[in-house]
């Protein structure tokens, strides 16, 4: 609970900070004010202590989820130093980064439905605006207002679904509804199934699983890339934490009436942004294709068991969220470099960014011993434990359709002839990529800390 | 421990040449490569010719999944590994003479590709084995791209995906393997034995679809074999001997360890269709590398053709096809490593491949043609050379499980004789014409490589028991498992 404090306090310093001309030291302030967070939160470890009339409660799941938020927000600051310096609206941009965390925290953490869907509005309002936060650029602005619309559609549905629910059982806190759903599970009226599925719907919109993912591709791509790395690591975390809390905590009992739903989109989710990705030319919109895709794996570990699969869901997302900053921060680094157009030859330009690509990129597409590979083994055997080895096969063809589009930028850097002038990288920079490639390889090598964590049984 | 050696020396030593960028990486590639040698020289001396599994090495990995590091040496590893670390030092001394620098990472990804074959050819736990078994994709992916021919990223990915493409569906059966051993899972080699032994047919039988799929890819046994022509040929000539002379072993190693005691319902049951496959193969292959121009190609489907024999001899299940495999695995490792090592040659003098354009070698090049005839010898199983007596056990191991099938794999040897003596005359024999008329004779460098292999192509020939007796027992006592389990179910 004290690094959610810490967070709402760095946000306000950001904003103080514009009017007391303290820019220049507030990302000094910032990281190692991240880095107080965390380890304030790893200190509530087995702790569960429930905070404001039990509207939030940080037990295991939301320590791990929010530590998980909190370090790849870190690593985040360290990676987007340019998008911050010598910008305008430096602070308000940090301060929307520093509120949408606090939101993507309390969106893991809480205990009652009006606390989700606050958590829900705190982020994505942030991020509506931090996606038009390229002012001049068409694309920008035409990112936010497709995600301000479509994010705001979707929160409709949420609300609804919340206050159905609401209506069917009497209360908001997850525990009260988790118990009135087991002792009246054969009372409860229709509309209560209609708010799940509400709810549900407006859940698969956060998390952009297909066919609730149209406006994803857009606005990865229009947004500034530092954005789009934000939105498909720690927003993601938080969506699938939401997701879990409210599918495995509350609603469990109820399965049956939504599970044939849920499968259904975990299939298309599998199937619809794997095949879609191979024909994309711009390497920032094949990784937005590719984070809706990872995002089907994850369900399918979801509906498999939506209570042993915590360990999974939660190895999995650490992998991919590591993995993908890596990726992105290699992005970023080559899209800063204008006398350059994109991934062609970077071997050779660059050796460092082409190898953290690469080891990023096979990690995406599950190639051992890294760990994406992990995250995808933990999938397979938990689907295939709980008798859904069709569904397996399906996700075994779409990673090989993966290891297809990764590869072609894997090709394109080593193969391509050289296209620009070498990139130069600063000694921040550097030393962050191979951060990122020990991570890499030390998760894959080492999972069993990552899984045990969380393994409900 | 002296395993543990053999594993991680490579990695060490590639993880180095990876990270520095030095001058001379490739005399330091062969100083590691030499070393690794001699520990497996001492691994021999101090093996015990029985069935028993040696140097094992079992420290837990991960404790949650029931996952071990878990390695051992028995007869049949020790033969795989020896072919391993005998051959990678000579496929980094082939470097030395060739025109291209190479630069340190590419002794690099060898190195890490030694280590990887060394882990597929001892792991005794399942997890590992698959994790060894893709690390080994890795380099020569890498090789293959970055120093291949024009086209290499279409024709190397095609060649990943598949090959990945197999590895998964094996993933998926050891997977379902693994949720069938008692509570606390395990990928125990034994554990997972046991598992697949008591299976109902109908699973077994979809199991050794799913992991035969993997190996039969990586064989390549047909109609799986459509990646390796073109990834053959577009390598560079160390991939090539990689890819041939060692990791298509992996495949029919595979087949021996993973496949035929883990579901021997399944294999007994689907052998047949697997065996007609294989000599399909055989047939297709040798027939489309008769008519074959460019040299490396005639090759690479000459080694389908090998192959196939192998696949088709072991799984018939007796001892001489077991046998007969064990030891044409060595040899046609060595006999192709040193076809391809003579095209290259042959490449880096002339420019070209294609052999119409040859000719003659023989009276600018005594030497080179002597070295190639006794390789050819070796090739189509001439009497008194390795090829012959595990062309001669597999062959008859065939006769004996079905006449007509094994008349017809027998075609392999005539096949070959026509496909190979056509190469010769072609390319060493006749006239000396306008691009083989600088050609030069072998280099010392050449014949520091080539002349031990030579002496190996005979000796095994000549007298191969000491080879035949380290795998024996292990070979025997695996078909005790096989042939109790079909005695315990009729």
Known sequence: MNALYVICGLGFLSLLAEITNLKKGLILAIIPGIIAATILMVMDWNTTIHYYSDMLVFDNFSVAYTTLILVISGVWFWMSGAYFKDQPHQTDRSALILFAMSGAIIMVSFANMAMLFLGVEILSISLYVLAGSTKESLLSNEASFKYFLMGSFATGFLLMGIALIYGATGSFAILDIAAYIDTNSFVLPGFFYVGVLMMLVGMAFKISAVPFHFWAPDVYEGAPTTITAFMSTVVKIAGIGAFYRVFSYIFFPVQSSYIIVLQTITVLTLLVPNVTAVYQISVKRMLAYSSVGHIGYILLAFISNSITSSGTVFYYLASYSITSIAAFSVLNEVEKNKGALGFDGLYKRNPLLAVVMTISLMSLAGIPPLAGFFGKYMVFTQAISNGYSGLVIIAVITSLIGVFYYFKVIIAMFVKPNNGLPISLSVSTSILMILLLILILAIGVFPDMLISLLSRK | ?490
């Open chain 2, 1 to 490: 421990m002296i395993l543990s050696f053999l594993l991680f020396w490579p990695l060490l030593t590639s993880v180095f040449l990876l990270l520095v960028k030095l001058k001379n990486a490739k005399e330091i590639a062969l100083f590691a490569s030499i070393v690794e040698l001699i520990a497996s020289i001492v691994i021999i001396s101090q093996f015990t010719k029985s069935a028993d599994v040696q140097f094992i090495i079992n420290i837990p990995w991960i404790r949650s999944l029931g996952i071990n590091f878990s390695a051992g040496i028995d007869g049949i590893s020790l033969l795989l590994v020896l072919l391993t670390t005998v051959l990678v030092p000579f496929i980094i001394l082939s470097t030395f003479g060739s025109s291209e620098k190479r630069s340190s990472s590419f002794y690099g990804l060898i190195l890490m590709m030694q280590m990887a074959l060394i882990g597929v050819f001892t792991a005794r736990d399942g997890f590992l084995f698959y994790i060894f078994w893709e690390m080994a994709l890795i380099p020569i992916y890498f090789i293959c791209l970055i120093w291949g021919g024009e086209g290499s990223g279409k024709i190397t990915l095609k060649f990943f995906i598949y090959t990945l493409a197999g590895s998964l569906f094996m993933l998926v059966a050891l997977v379902y393997l693994y949720l069938q051993t008692p509570d606390a899972h395990s990928f125990d080699i034994d554990a997972l034995y046991s598992a697949g032994r008591s299976l109902p047919l109908q699973e077994q039988s979809i199991l050794f679809w799913a992991i035969f799929l993997a190996f039969a890819i990586k064989m390549p046994v047909f109609p799986f074999h459509t990646w390796q022509p073109d990834t053959y040929t577009v390598s560079p000539v160390q991939g090539t001997m990689l890819l041939s002379a060692i990791m298509l072993k992996m495949g029919i190693y595979g087949v021996i360890r993973w496949l035929i005691p883990v579901v021997p319902m399944g294999v007994q049951q689907w052998g047949n269709v697997a065996i007609i496959l294989s000599v399909i193969g055989i047939i297709y292959a040798s027939c489309i590398a008769i008519i074959q121009k460019d040299f490396k190609r005639l090759i690479a489907y000459s080694s389908i053709a090998h192959v196939g024999l192998i696949s088709a001899g072991l799984l018939t299940l007796t001892r001489i096809g077991m046998q007969g495999a064990m030891i044409q695995m060595l040899s046609h490792g060595i006999v192709v490593f040193a076809s391809f090592y003579i095209i290259e040659i042959i490449f880096e003098r002339t420019k070209t491949r294609d052999l119409s354009e040859l000719g003659g070698i023989r009276n600018v090049a005594p030497k080179l043609a002597s070295v190639f005839l006794v390789v050819m010898m070796g090739s189509v199983a001439l009497p008194l050379t390795s090829g012959f007596v595990g062309e001669f056990l597999l062959i008859n191991s065939l006769v004996q499980y079905q006449m007509i099938i094994g008349a017809i794999a027998g075609l392999t040897i005539i096949l070959g004789a026509v496909y190979m003596l056509r190469t010769f005359q072609k390319a060493m024999s006749g006239e000396t014409n306008k691009t083989t008329v600088g050609f030069f004779d072998l280099t010392s460098q050449e014949k520091i490589v080539l002349y031990p292999i030579v002496i190996l192509i005979v000796a095994i020939g000549v007298y191969p028991t000491p080879l035949l007796e380290i795998s024996e027992a292990a070979v025997n006592n695996l078909l005790v498992i096989v042939s109790d389990f079909s005695a315990s179910v009729k």
